[in-house]
C-alpha cells in the first residue's frame, strides 16, 4: 500500500488518518468570511467528516509530536484550544526519533517543506493509510 501524501488504505480493517495542519486546522484559523471561499468551505467539510468517521470509532485518528509543535504555534489562544480538542480525539501519538528525522530530509529532497516531510514520515513510521496536507 502506498503510504504518501494523499493516498488513502486501510490498515487491520481501520483507515488510519495522521491528524496534520490540514483543513482542520485551516477552518479553524479562518475568520467566518473566509468560509465563503470554496477551498476552505471543502477543508472544513472533509475534515468534519473524518472527524465524524473517528468519533464513531469507523477510522483512527493518528497524531504526532509535529503536530504538538505546530499547535503551540497558533497565537490565539481561543483557536488552539479548538485545535486541541480536536487533536483529542487522536488515539494514538507517533514521537519524532532518528529514522523519522533522516526520512523528513529524504522526502524534503524530493520537494517537500520541512514540516511536510516530517508528517509523511512519522505516517510512514506508524504505516498510516491516508496523509492529510494543504500544502
Same mark, same amino acid.
Given at each position: 500500500?502506498?503510504r504518501?501524501?494523499?493516498i488513502?488504505?486501510s490498515?487491520?480493517?481501520?483507515?488510519?488518518?495522521?491528524?496534520?495542519d490540514?483543513?482542520?486546522?485551516?477552518?479553524?484559523?479562518?475568520?467566518p468570511?473566509d468560509?465563503?471561499?470554496d477551498?476552505?468551505?471543502?477543508?472544513?467539510?472533509?475534515?468534519?467528516a473524518?472527524?465524524?468517521k473517528?468519533?464513531?470509532?469507523?477510522? /483512527?485518528?493518528?497524531?504526532? +509530536?509535529?503536530?504538538?509543535i +505546530?499547535?503551540?504555534?497558533?497565537?490565539?489562544?481561543?483557536?488552539?484550544?479548538k485545535?486541541?480538542k480536536l487533536?483529542?480525539l487522536?488515539?494514538e501519538?507517533?514521537?519524532?526519533?532518528?529514522?523519522i528525522i533522516?526520512?523528513?530530509?529524504?522526502?524534503?529532497? #524530493?520537494?517537500?517543506?520541512? #514540516?511536510?516531510g516530517? /508528517?509523511?514520515?512519522?505516517a510512514?513510521?506508524r504505516?498510516?493509510?491516508?496523509? #492529510?496536507n494543504?500544502?
Amino acid at each position: 500500500m502506498p503510504r504518501s501524501s494523499g493516498i488513502c488504505g486501510s490498515s487491520r480493517n481501520k483507515v488510519r488518518y495522521p491528524m496534520t495542519d490540514c483543513g482542520g486546522c485551516d477552518f479553524l484559523k479562518a475568520t467566518p468570511g473566509d468560509q465563503t471561499q470554496d477551498k476552505i468551505r471543502i477543508e472544513s467539510d472533509a475534515i468534519l467528516a473524518i472527524l465524524s468517521k473517528c468519533m464513531q470509532g469507523q477510522w /483512527h485518528l493518528l497524531s504526532s +509530536e509535529v503536530i504538538d509543535i +505546530e499547535i503551540g504555534k497558533i497565537p490565539d489562544e481561543w483557536k488552539k484550544i479548538k485545535v486541541y480538542k480536536l487533536y483529542s480525539l487522536a488515539k494514538e501519538n507517533v514521537m519524532l526519533n532518528k529514522i523519522i528525522i533522516k526520512r523528513a530530509y529524504e522526502l524534503q529532497d #524530493f520537494g517537500l517543506k520541512a #514540516f511536510d516531510g516530517l /508528517h509523511v514520515a512519522s505516517a510512514e513510521k506508524r504505516q498510516s493509510g491516508c496523509v #492529510f496536507n494543504n500544502g
